[in-house]
């Protein structure tokens, strides 16, 4: 069920979103990163069409009043979808108090050493209730861990070896391929036996796939067919008449 907040109570005070800023139009973000954050986002969107839920990159998040929004690379948040009037000021962000829930999974890309992911952003997010915080750091430039998870305990945050999020229904792994073409190591979403979530175009492949194998089936039944059909009539049977 879509989580809902109704914000008609005059004593229910909610922060004003036209003073919030929603949007600053600063590019911050790497060749890389912008990969990867579009792999996790629309592989999502490709294949869980039948959940609700919402997942964004690079969209901020307000949780608490009077601080300003972080913003994950990539965060989902389940059971709730963008309003349909997504242009109005207050629907153009992750506002907590609106969502009435904070999101379940919280992501960062590193990139470099300034983003203080293991330390203030960790507590932001521990402080704003995200059930899982991940951080991906492929180059390693925090320490030789290419994949961290943590998973929230009361109000900690534990760092934890289990990459399936139990809570989520889905797990990440790292993942050896090409994704638009572009070969590297890849992180993604994956199910309970390590096969991870396609994207449209590997959908899109694998209905090819199947629809070639299916007619190169076709056509060995036709060629079989046509080999009896000979051997037959090399015997003196005519097949039309059986």
């Known amino acids: 069920m879509v989580q809902q907040v109704l914000i008609n109570d005059d004593d229910y005070y909610v922060p ?16 890389a990163s912008e990969k990867q954050q579009r792999l996790l986002v629309g592989s999502l969107y490709s294949t869980l069409q039948q959940q609700t839920f919402l997942a964004a990159a690079n969209v901020g998040i307000y949780h608490t009043d009077g ?18 009037n997504w242009w109005e000021k207050q629907n153009r962000c ?8 904070p999101p379940e ?23 704003m209730r995200a059930s899982y915080y991940i951080v ?9 861990k290419l994949l961290r998870v943590y998973e929230l305990r009361g109000r900690r945050y534990f760092e934890t070896s289990e990459n399936w999020l139990e809570q989520v229904g889905l797990g990440v792994t ?8 572009r070969q590297d190591t890849w992180l993604r979403w994956c199910y309970q036996d390590g096969n991870v979530l396609s994207t449209g175009d590997e959908r899109a492949e694998q209905e090819r796939q ?33």
């Open 67 to 84: 601080q300003p929004a972080i913003v994950p690379d990539v965060f989902l948040s389940l059971d709730v979808q963008v309003p349909q």
């Open 136 to 144: 991906y750091d492929q180059n390693q430039q925090l320490g030789e």
């Open 105 to 127: 999974v919280v992501l960062e890309i590193v990139s470099n050493k300034e983003g203080d992911e293991l330390g203030k952003k960790l507590k932001i997010y521990e402080q």
């Open 16 to 31: 004003d979103a036209n003073q919030l800023v929603t949007e600053d139009d600063t590019p911050v973000d790497n060749f």
């Open 94 to 101: 992750y506002m907590v108090w609106r969502f009435g829930k």
């Open 174 to 181: 790292l993942w050896e391929g090409k994704f638009e073409d």
């Open 210 to 242: 199947r629809a070639e194998q299916e007619r190169q089936r076709a056509e060995q039944a036709e060629q079989r067919t046509q080999l009896l059909a000979d051997r037959l009539r090399a015997m003196g049977v005519d097949p039309d008449n059986l």
